[in-house]
């Protein structure tokens, strides 16, 4: 397909799924046991309406906001999502190099295929990037990766959280993944079971023993924020607001982990609805920021989580790396001139997606009545009907 037939992200997904081999498909692909939360994290944004305004002189729209103080162009950040280079021999820099372009903030996760410094030696002068971290249960290790991250300029420590255990994903398991990288083994230290699955395969490391009376620790190695990644209710929100924390992202990892977990976006206007009637405070503010992500996929979804509170929302941006790369790598042209053409094609594509994301703001931005993002208000929405139950 050319890019040009290529209109919404949805399109990306649909042509990756077909050049994409069945392995990596799986692991990219896979949800938590019936993946009900998975669709319902679609489902929920389809429960909110816009109040648009009229008669507001639309000439001129300016969605650029900032994520933890730093610059970006559209109310949207990368979101961890591992192993990149399933996707392309490239991984992670793809990523790298297309936020560049669009001045858009790149979070790299703990279990990328390129290396942590690979990637921010990749990134532009004064590029913005952030960390995912999933906790080490070596924590002198742990230590050391957050320390590094600062001193090479990262700008905020995302802890992942709702993943004390691999959720179980069944096309993922039913992959008998063999890692092809070596490094990617290694990280996961010696007992590694490759008998189901890569998600299985790699995050052994990972320490179930984490608890709140850890954070005042991350806060005493690091001066980066730090936001949870995965909070899933208020009284959660509430206590990293009150424990001093700079944000949460209300997630719940694509519906990868807890199936029946609510999206998102409801968990979003229960947490703004509890920290007004708790604390007085009404969204968004500088010291306490909410992130969203699961389902994001138009920028009609992001401008209602704005709208409800929200400072930005997440995209994986795994479809787009993948569905560009693999025709060329089937065929074995990935010798010189063949892989220079692929590389370049991927770039294009997260190029295009973020390009569709760029028009889809800037066209609903004036449908809505909203010049800036701080024009996107919480009576711009109807979210009545946002509980599912
Ligand atoms: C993820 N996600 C994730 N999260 C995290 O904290 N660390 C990780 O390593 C990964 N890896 C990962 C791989 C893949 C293939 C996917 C799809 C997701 C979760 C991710 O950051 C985010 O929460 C979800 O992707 C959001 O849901 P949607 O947008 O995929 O529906």
């Not at 255990?165 to 993922?172: N, T, V, Y």
């Not at 424990?243 to 199936?259: I, T």
Request: proline share 4%.
């Amino acid at each position: 397909p050319s890019l040009s037939e290529i209109l919404n992200l949805h399109d990306f997904e649909a042509i990756a799924q077909k050049v994409m081999p069945e392995k990596a498909w799986a692991y990219y692909s896979s949800a938590a046991d019936d993946e009900i939360t998975t669709r319902e994290n679609h489902a929920a944004y389809h429960r909110i309406w816009f109040r648009p305004r009229i008669l507001r002189d639309m000439t001129h729209v300016d969605f650029s906001t900032r994520i933890l103080g730093n610059h970006s162009s559209m109310p949207i950040y990368i979101t961890a999502t591992a192993l990149g280079k399933l996707g392309h021999p490239d991984g992670e820099l793809n990523l790298t190099r297309a936020a560049a372009k669009h001045g858009i903030i790149q979070m790299i996760p703990t279990l990328a295929s390129c290396s942590f410094d690979e990637i921010v030696n990749e990134a532009a002068p004064h590029q913005t990037q952030l960390l995912q971290l999933y906790v080490n249960k070596d924590r002198e290790l742990t230590r050391r990766i957050v320390q590094h991250a600062e001193k090479r300029g990262i700008k905020g420590l995302f802890i992942t959280v709702d993943a004390p255990q691999l959720g179980r994903r069944e096309k993922d398991m039913r992959m008998k993944f063999e890692a092809e990288d070596p490094d990617e083994v290694a990280k996961s230290g010696d007992n590694v079971d490759r008998s189901q699955g890569a998600a299985k395969a790699i995050t052994g490391f990972i320490d179930p023993g984490l608890k709140w009376t850890d954070i005042p620790w991350f806060k005493s190695v690091t001066n980066m924020p730090i936001i949870l990644k995965g909070v899933q209710c208020w009284e959660d929100a509430l206590e990293a607001y009150d424990q001093g924390l700079a944000g949460v992202v209300l997630s719940n990892h694509g519906g990868r982990q807890l199936d029946f977990a609510r999206s998102g976006i409801e968990v979003l206007v229960e947490v703004v609805d509890k920290f007004k009637e708790k604390r007085g405070i009404t969204f968004p503010i500088e010291r306490f920021q909410l992130f969203v992500d699961g389902g994001v996929r138009r920028a009609t979804d992001v401008m209602k989580a704005v709208a409800l509170g929200a400072t930005a929302g997440a995209l994986p941006f795994t479809y787009s790396t993948r569905t560009f790369v693999y025709q060329p790598m089937h065929q074995s042209e990935l010798a010189g001139h063949s892989c220079m053409r692929s590389l370049r094609m991927v770039l294009t594509a997260f190029d295009h997606a973020l390009q569709i994301l760029h028009d889809e703001f800037e066209m609903n931005m004036r449908l809505l009545g909203a010049n800036t993002i701080n024009d996107v208000v919480r009576d711009m929405v109807d979210a009545s009907n946002i509980h599912s139950h």
